[in-house]
């Protein structure tokens, strides 16, 4: 099993992956979170593998959303759609590898 990458790169951009001990937003316990000003992803460590991972795709989604501007929707709108996504998106990396190993080599 995979450690939690330490980083995501988002058009150029490093945003650092960290672990924390159970996670919180606004008074309540939560799974991860993106920290567009940081900028920073937080993955509650307590989670499991599999936790950690779908919460990884979620909270970048949310680092995408702010990328293109998105996230200018009332917030309970893009947790919504990052809800719905995230799911979605995990499901087609793990059954489209040969299409995300297209996708991954250069132009060159």
Request: some cysteine.
């Amino acid at each position: 099993m995979r450690a939690l990458p330490r980083n995501i790169r988002l058009l150029g951009q490093v945003i650092p992956v960290v672990d924390k001990l159970n996670l919180e937003h606004e008074g309540g316990k939560c799974h991860g979170l993106y920290e567009p000003g940081a900028p920073r992803i937080s993955i509650d460590r307590v989670d499991g593998h599999e936790r950690k991972r779908a919460t990884l795709v979620h909270e970048s989604l949310h680092a995408m959303f702010n990328a293109a501007a998105l996230s200018a929707a009332p917030a309970d709108d893009e947790e919504e759609l990052v809800s719905r996504l995230a799911p979605i998106l995990l499901s087609w990396i793990r059954e489209n590898r040969i299409m995300v190993e297209y996708l991954r080599e250069s132009a060159s």
